[in-house]
């Protein structure tokens, strides 16, 4: 038998043979790229001259890469199409990549010859973009403990190997219990307020669990629910609000909360053997905020008044409401008071959202108008489930940039929320082409009927296109500093910047249309919304803030320190920082914190704000030199996308808006000032 994974795809752009793709094939070539590479680190450490660039770092980047083809096709299939067979091998591989992982950073020999190479970089004939490469490697090499002794490396790899376990057993319990506690609706009478398209979608997903005449409410990733805007009946969004905050905390195997306590125990003690006090120090020492000090600063200056804020909507909401709001009111009477205060009904929107539209008309068009790229869908090219479409992006000119796959709906098999992944990392070293895939998680509607998006759930398709653009576009030589290899605390920034086009009239008044009369969007109701945009930003603030200070509470614990229950942890965290409201609950509650506990986000969920920094900052510059312009659009191509991760990220942002960036726009744009 012939595995798929040993050899590179000879279809376009290396897109991975989906279609011969068997689970037997997955195992054996794990195995055989981890003694592959191996065995390539064990030819660069033997080499008995000394180490320079082209000895070490050419064959340390050209190493691994049946690894990375097979790694990053089964991690792109857990998340998004996940089985019996992904979740057992999953569970089964991670303690193995960690340690194959720990084989090469902790490598005492390949250490020396990299630090021997970043010793003399002032005086080597190097570009620029090779000497960051050295820079990175030898940065991360040293961070992750290559200069312990064998006695203290053989304990790190222990916590590393324990970690992955955990981790993985975390998103597994959470995708299980989210699943398991979807909400079934026995009379659609107790929907009302859902449009037919969301009332076809919750039958659909009641159909598809053999449940048939009855509607399944699924849940998302978040705390809060979309139809909870919507739906009229209390007692139902309770039961939603309910089945969202029970997740991870009901007992029984699908249980988190001890694998929470453990893993920011394990962090912990890692960080201390790293050299650092907590493990919030460990991971901004290689971010762009560089102290856990900074981003305490950031984020405590924010929530006195986004907090502050959120208690005023609330006046408003209860006002309206006759009654104290809970958690399962607010987004529902904050429309009612939109509707009153500036007559805007959000609702109303999705006739105008068709989601084929707002991808072709919305989100394509503004990448067309921007960057002067197409896209053309290949019904000929197979995606790795029947559901995800094909779009080859090519240049002005005709030449290639890369392939896009788009996975849009919902199922079982999917873990929550939106994310963007690259299947093959753009460079020319190993004469790699790019493909990146953006997965949403929105409900399939029954067949004929169309798929209406939500205000937020376009928001998210544009941001996440800007991850994928960033991934596309990114033009590289070696493959450690491919696409969106930047630091996790700038890495929002592009997607974050994306979403502007959004609202940008030309962009919408292209694609927001109504489905059924192809009327266009009441001019209006845009104004209108743009007049409310800073509506409930004291709830959407504290919500996330919340959610990045629980993160940083976490992972501020030292070594010394003993936590052993999650809720009064979580508790005493959050009413510390005056974010303790009921009606305003965190994001995401610990057990079910997947960006922190599984997701890689750890110590690292202030990203988002921290990168909104220099996105709002950006969106002002774009405003200011004539917006959607095929000019603006290739400068920041050239200075920014472009660039990928072959240059410090701010360095990069300075290249571009020829500054600093300053915090001012962010303040204004949530009512901060």
Do not use: C
């Amino acid at each position: 038998m012939t595995n798929p994974f040993v050899t590179p795809s000879t279809l376009p752009y290396q897109l991975p043979p989906f279609a011969d793709i068997r689970d037997e094939h997955y195992l054996p070539a794990f195995e055989q790229g981890f003694a592959e590479q191996l065995a390539e680190i064990s030819n660069i450490t033997r080499a008995r001259s000394m180490g320079t660039f082209e000895n070490t770092l050419v064959p340390l980047e050209q190493s691994g890469q049946l690894l990375m083809r097979v790694a990053r096709v089964f991690y792109n299939k857990s998340s998004s199409d996940s089985n019996d067979f992904t979740n057992e091998l999953e569970e089964k591989i991670a303690p193995l990549m960690a340690a194959h992982a720990d084989a090469i950073r902790l490598d005492s020999q390949l250490y020396a010859r990299i630090k021997t190479v970043y010793d003399q970089l002032d005086s080597l004939d190097l570009t620029a973009e090779q000497k960051y490469l050295v820079h990175r490697h030898y940065t991360e090499m040293t961070l992750a403990g290559a200069g312990l002794d064998d006695e203290q490396k053989e304990k790190l790899k222990e916590y590393n190997q324990r970690l992955s376990t955990l981790t993985t057993r975390f998103e597994k319990n959470l995708l299980n219990d989210t699943n398991e506690l979807a909400v079934v609706i026995d009379d659609a009478a107790e929907l009302d307020g859902l449009g037919a398209g969301e009332l076809s979608a919750a039958a659909e997903a009641a159909k598809e669990r053999g449940l048939e005449g009855k509607h399944l409410v699924t849940l998302v990733l978040p705390t809060g629910h979309p139809y909870l805007s919507d739906l009229t009946r209390r007692e139902v969004r309770e039961r939603i609000m309910t089945a969202s905050r029970s997740r991870g905390i009901r007992g029984g195997e699908h249980d988190n909360r001890e694998l929470v306590l453990e893993i920011a125990r394990l962090r912990a003690e890692r960080a201390r053997l790293l050299g650092f006090d907590t493990h919030a120090a460990y991971v901004t020492a290689d971010e762009t905020a560089g102290t856990a000090e900074a981003v305490a600063d950031m984020l405590g200056r924010l929530a006195p008044p986004a907090a502050r804020n959120a208690r005023a909507e609330q006046v408003d909401l209860e006002e309206l409401a006759g009654h104290s709001i809970e958690a399962w009111d607010w987004a529902y009477y904050t429309e009612k008071v939109r509707q009153a205060k500036y007559d805007v009904d959000t609702a109303a929107m999705r006739p105008f959202f068709e989601a084929e539209r707002v991808l072709q008309d919305g989100v394509f068009f503004a990448s067309t108008q921007l960057f002067g790229v197409t896209f053309t869908e290949r019904t000929d090219l197979v995606g790795y489930h029947p559901e995800v479409r094909v779009f080859e992006v090519k240049n002005e000119d005709g030449s290639e940039v890369g392939l896009f796959l788009y996975d849009l709906y919902t199922r079982d098999s999917k873990r929550g929320g939106a994310w963007m992944n690259e299947l093959i990392g753009q460079n020319d070293l190993l004469e790699h082409p790019v493909v990146v895939v953006n997965n949403h998680n929105v409900p399939k509607p029954a067949a004929g009927e169309p798929t209406l998006l939500t205000y937020d759930e376009v928001n998210t398709l544009f941001h996440e296109f800007g991850h994928a653009l960033h991934g596309l576009f990114a033009r590289v030589t070696y493959p450690k500093l491919s696409g969106t290899e930047v630091f996790r605390d700038f890495v929002e920034f592009p997607s974050q910047v994306f979403e502007m086009w959004m609202l940008w009239p030309e962009v919408l008044a292209n694609y927001a249309v109504h489905h059924e009369t192809g009327e266009p969007m009441p001019q209006d109701l845009v104004d209108k919304l743009r007049a409310s945009e800073q509506f409930n930003e004291g709830f959407a603030t504290s919500e996330y803030l919340a959610a990045a200070l629980l993160d940083q509470a976490w992972h501020t614990i030292t070594a010394d320190d003993t936590v052993t229950d999650v809720a009064d942890f979580e508790a005493k965290a959050l009413a510390a920082v005056g974010l303790d409201n009921p009606a305003v609950p965190t994001r995401y509650s610990s057990t079910y914190f997947a960006h922190t506990f599984a997701g890689g986000y750890d110590a690292g969920y202030y990203s988002y704000i921290w990168s909104e920094v220099l996105d709002a900052d950006t969106v002002e510059w774009f405003k200011a030199n004539g917006g959607l312009t095929r000019e603006n659009g290739d400068r920041f191509r050239e200075k920014l996308l472009g660039v990928g991760g072959k240059k410090h990220a701010l360095e990069a942002f300075r290249d571009f808006l020829g500054r600093d960036a300053v915090i001012e726009p962010l303040l204004k744009r949530r009512g901060l000032e």
